[in-house]
Structure formats: C-alpha cells, structure tokens
C-alpha cells in the first residue's frame, strides 16, 4: 500500500519487482492539474508508472477517479472507490456543540480579536496558489466594499512551494482584518468561529475541509474543482451544510 506521487512511485516500483502479490496505490489528488510543460508531462508519468504497478488504485472520490481515468494515468477497470469516498474520513463527535466548546470558541474569538458582530469567512489549509487562497482575498476585499463587518480567518501557512503573489501575501500579514493563525494540529474548535467556509481551490481529492464544516453545521462555498463536486451539495442551504 503507497499513497503520495513520490511514495507511490518508488514503492510500487520496488514491489513490483520483489514481486508483491497484492500492490495498492492510494490516488489522493493530482498535481499534474495545475502544471504545464515539462513538468506536467513528468508528474503524468509518474502517476502512470505509479498506477501501473499497482494491481488496484483506490481513488478518495468519485470524481478524482473520472478525472484520474480521463486524463490515461489509470485503466477504469483498474480504479475504484471504497464507499462514497473519503480520504481519512472525519470522526462527527469531535464537531458536536457542547458547552464546553461554546466557551472555548468564545475564548478564541476573543483571543483573535474578532468583534461579536462580525461575520467570519473561514478557510482551513495550505494558504498557496493551487488552493485559491489570491482569488479568496480578492474577493474578501470585495465583500468589505459592502459589509463592513466582514473578517477572513485563514487556519493555516504560508508553503514556499507553490507561494502566493507578493500582493496578497503582503494583505495576509499586515490587514488587521484577515486572521492568520499559522499551523495548528487540531481545527475543529476554528470551524465554530466561521458562518460560512470557502476553498477556492484548483484541485483536491476529496477535501477533509469540506467534511469537517459540514460535521459543524457550517455553510460551505467552493469552487467545481476536481473532488470538490464529491463533498458540496450545489445550491443547498445551511441545513445540508453547503451554498452555491
């Protein structure tokens, strides 16, 4: 069993030939989406080789594997789904809204300064390109021009590897209005701080920011990203825990 594109490379190759009976590639997204040139036509192969010595690619939704399928990195027959797909899956208990998280999630605000009257827009993950993070501040500056009491709590880091415009980097650190909280090992309590989550993002596989804000009762915007249309009911409303 491998997952990742390096790992899934090196160890199938090398089960492959020790000549493992039963080889599986976990398929949890696909870089390739978002490169061009050379780098896409290696990330593709990769994936390729990856796939082939595997005897089965489990893809984490749906949709990844249709993608997955279309682009020729793996046979259909080959692929497949568990379920209705997840990538870890996400315990719902941890998300239940006991008093004592009431009051821990108004600590928190408190701590991170946000006014009660505040309407919070929450994103949890990488804060790099390929997650839309530029195209989500351009738009928070958007809704200021309307609501003045509109706050962006970003839960999680900047990555050298995929940074953003120098712009919206600049914004992030310096708005007292966009929350940046750095990494943390545990978001649940931050889902409570948000009326809505948004991920802008440019692919996934099947995202655990999703399930985790539905798991909370939150509203969720996204874009038709790869493995997104798995997680988010188009035009449901707070109760599905999905937006358009």
């Known amino acids: 069993m491998s997952a990742t594109p390096k790992a899934g490379l090196l160890a199938g190759i090398a089960a492959w030939l020790a000549r493992v009976p039963c080889r599986f590639y976990t398929l949890r997204g696909l870089r390739c989406e978002t490169t061009r040139g050379l ?5 593709l192969l990769s994936e390729r080789i990856a796939c082939l010595c595997a005897h089965r690619v489990i893809c984490v939704s749906e949709d990844l ?3 997955a399928v279309a682009l020729g990195i793996v046979q259909p027959h080959r692929a497949l789904v568990l379920g209705s797909g997840s990538s870890n899956g996400v315990d719902i208990s941890r998300f239940l809204l006991t008093p004592l998280l009431v009051n821990r999630a108004a ?3 408190q701590e991170l300064k946000i006014p009660l009257e505040a ?3 929450g994103f949890v993950g990488r804060l790099t390109r390929d997650k ?3 195209e989500l501040v351009r738009a928070f500056y958007r809704l200021c021009e309307t609501s003045a009491v509109v706050w962006l709590l970003l ?5 050298d590897g995929d940074p953003l415009p120098p712009d919206i980097r600049r914004a ?3 708005d007292s209005k966009i929350i940046r909280t750095g990494f943390v090992p ?3 309590i931050y889902y409570h701080l948000m009326d809505v989550l948004a991920l802008p993002s440019y692919r996934e596989g099947f995202p655990n920011a999703i399930l985790e804000a539905h798991a909370a009762g939150k509203a969720v915007v996204a874009t038709r990203a790869t493995g997104i249309a798995d997680a988010i009911v188009d035009g449901g409303d707070r109760r599905s825990g999905s937006c358009r």
């Open 39 to 43: 780098k896409r036509r290696i990330l």
């Open 65 to 67: 594997r249709r993608t």
């Open 107 to 109: 600590e928190l605000r």
């Open 119 to 121: 309407q919070v827009v």
């Open 132 to 134: 839309g993070v530029a």
């Open 155 to 159: 839960v999680g880091d900047f990555e």
């Open 172 to 174: 992030i650190e310096t």
């Open 186 to 188: 545990e978001a649940t």
